[in-house]
């Protein structure tokens, strides 16, 4: 059974970070992207940022680009997203994607984690 379980979010207040994890399981994702959206209250889930297999293409939204970084560690089957200066409108449901095609909306994923809330505090 595949399984991308998130982990790490939490409450954090402006300025400040947190590091997300997406710990993969159940299959290899060899030449898979793996991304980050996220969905806040009300509104459409929205691509982050994701990363090719290979690791070494990087895609973000406009609006994270110089505050997230995306990552992935191949030995421990996970990818990470780290959020540094955090604004108020960072805050929302964090989803991990496993995806064959690197689309900038949420269809031609594969496969999803179950998300991880993120809140800022101003």
């Known amino acids: 059974q595949v399984q991308l379980v998130e982990s790490g979010g939490g409450l954090a207040q402006a300025g400040g970070s947190l590091r997300l994890s997406c710990a993969t399981s159940?299959?290899?994702?060899?030449?898979?992207?793996m991304g980050w959206f996220r969905q806040a209250p009300g509104k459409e889930r929205k691509f982050v940022a994701a990363?090719?297999?290979?690791?070494?293409?990087?895609y973000y939204t406009d609006s994270v680009k110089g505050r997230f970084t995306i990552s992935r560690d191949y030995a421990k089957n996970t990818v990470y997203l780290q959020l540094n200066s955090l604004k108020p409108e960072d805050t929302a449901v964090y989803y991990c994607a496993a995806g064959r095609i690197l689309v900038l909306t949420t269809d031609q994923w594969d496969y999803w984690g179950q998300g991880t809330q993120v809140t800022v505090s101003s």
């Open positions: 990363i090719s297999w290979s690791g070494d293409r990087n």
């Open positions: 159940g299959r290899t994702f060899t030449n898979y992207f």
